[in-house]
């Protein structure tokens, strides 16, 4: 069966510093994989979302970045973190047809 | 940019009653519609994903209903449960690739 993992959970971080979130999944090969972003108070926000190794998709101009090294990992990065950049950070996967994303555990990243 | 709503914002009603949410999209964009249900400290899970117009789809107690021409779905949940509550969360795929998520429903189901 397929599985998304994904670390650390809870991240505080001083404004300023570097941040990687990495999302790894098991049990399926070439998904498609997706970084949202839940800011306080809003809804799901796609941040980046990527079809295959290198290939990634930026939805909103941001401090933020993603790469795919693998074809089961994904990052997220940033080289200097902003206040404004705190959240709940969810990695997912999906595959062909119609079965939806399934969402890893997610990341409360807190930045001071 | 494209916008799905959800309305209400948030819901709260008595276990057993019966409710419903309604996620609205522009129909021009449409590929495929999902709804998610999200409880506190977990991770969204999949309810469903319905493509065709007149789509109805079911699971337990809750079902959905999809208009792609007028741009809506309903979600229903029949004689609500305290483990009901959840925020439930409509989302729009515009391709195949790529899903935009509404602001969701918060719903408070009160023993």
């Known amino acids: 069966s397929q599985t998304i993992h994904q670390w650390p959970a809870t991240l505080v971080q001083p404004v300023g510093s570097p941040l990687s979130l990495e999302c790894t999944v098991e049990g399926t090969s070439n998904p498609n994989l997706y970084w949202y972003r839940q800011a306080a108070g809003r809804g799901l926000q796609l941040l980046f979302y990527s079809v295959g190794i290198g290939q990634i998709s930026s939805e909103v101009p941001q401090n933020l970045s993603a790469s795919r090294p693998q074809d089961r990992q994904f990052i997220l990065s940033s080289k200097k973190l902003l206040l404004s950049d705190s959240g709940f950070y969810l990695c997912a996967w999906s595959g062909t047809g119609f079965a939806g994303y399934t969402f890893g555990s997610g990341t409360r990243l807190t930045v001071v | ?111």
């Not at chain 2, 249900?37 to 469903?48: I, M």
């Not at chain 2, 009901?84 to 009160?110: E, M, Q, W």
Request: aromatic content about 12%; charged content about 20%.
């Open chain 2, 1 to 111: 940019i494209l916008n799905v709503e959800q309305s209400p914002q948030s819901l709260h009603v008595q276990e057993g009653d019966s409710t419903n949410f309604t996620c609205s999209f522009p129909s021009s964009n449409f590929y495929a519609l999902h709804w998610y249900r999200w409880e506190t400290a977990k991770s969204p899970e999949a309810l469903f994903v319905m493509t065709l117009n007149g789509d109805e789809k079911k699971k337990g107690r809750i079902s959905a209903t999809l208009n792609t021409k007028e741009g809506y779905s309903y979600l229903y949940i029949k004689g609500s449960q305290p483990e009901d509550s959840a925020t439930y969360l409509c989302a729009l795929g515009t391709s195949y690739d790529k899903v935009i998520f509404g602001p969701g429903t918060s719903l408070s189901v009160i023993p």
